[in-house]
């Protein structure tokens, strides 16, 4: 069984550039979570998302940050007009539906912002 | 104050030791608690999972919770070396945003 898939692994972008982050959840799993983890800080939760519904996005940035779980395909984490501030270890997590509350990670993709 | 407090470390132990490690947190609302093993530049792996005081065993790793006290532990017996990696602890309420601890970095000796 296929874990967390997280793509790209690297990702460089320059300053006002757009960021994609993509996140494939744990089979069977329909709750994503995204994280953040700035050098030498500890991870900050994001978003939580189900298919087609944000649940509670108030770790999110109010401006340039959005995400979405569609139907079908990939959960996205976009960054618009980066700046540097932004570089930072981006994971996503995944859980079973109902009453599960165990999050299994990804392995995060890495962002720099030149 | 944080609302959760863990030692940054690094923990230095010898192979064969056991390990204690640690969090404090100050927020009552925290129903659930994990312990997430993360090694360098990869994702982190949840290794246990409780949702009440007392403790829990799987294998050599024990995690200890005392809700009075707000206290959580992690013990790892006979460490090896592959064990080395930082240890978050993590919290829930009854939303799913995880809080995390700033991690505790351990090196277990050869």
């Given at each position: ?6 793509n ?5 972008r320059?300053?006002g ?32 998302l ?19 779980f ?30 599960s ?14 | ?21 640690n ?21 982190p ?35 090896q070396?592959s ?27 050869p």
């Amino acid at each position: 069984n296929a874990g967390v898939m997280q793509n790209p692994r690297h990702l460089v972008r320059r300053r006002g550039q757009e960021a994609r982050l993509r996140c494939s959840p744990m089979k069977g799993h329909s709750h994503v979570y995204w994280y953040r983890q700035l050098p030498e800080e500890g991870l900050k939760f994001m978003v939580y998302l189900q298919k087609e519904n944000i649940i509670d996005e108030s770790g999110m940035p109010k401006e340039r940050f959005s995400a979405e779980f569609p139907k079908e395909g990939p959960s996205i984490l976009r960054i618009q007009q980066v700046v540097r501030g932004d570089s930072a270890a981006y994971f996503c997590a995944s859980s079973p539906p109902a009453d599960s509350y165990e999050q299994y990670f990804g392995p995060g993709t890495r962002l720099t912002v030149t | 104050q944080k609302e959760v407090e863990q030692d940054p470390g690094p923990l230095s132990v010898p192979e064969g030791a056991i390990v204690s490690l640690n969090c404090t947190y100050s927020n009552s609302a925290f129903q659930y608690f994990m312990w997430y093993r993360q090694y360098s530049r990869k994702g982190p792996e949840l290794l246990m999972y409780t949702y009440s005081s007392g403790n829990k065993e799987d294998g050599r790793f024990t995690a200890q919770v005392d809700k009075s006290s707000k206290y959580i532990s992690l013990f790892i017996r006979d460490s090896q070396p592959s064990d080395s990696a930082t240890y978050l602890c993590a919290f829930l309420t009854g939303r799913r945003a995880l809080t995390f601890g700033s991690g505790t970095r351990l090196q277990v000796q050869p």
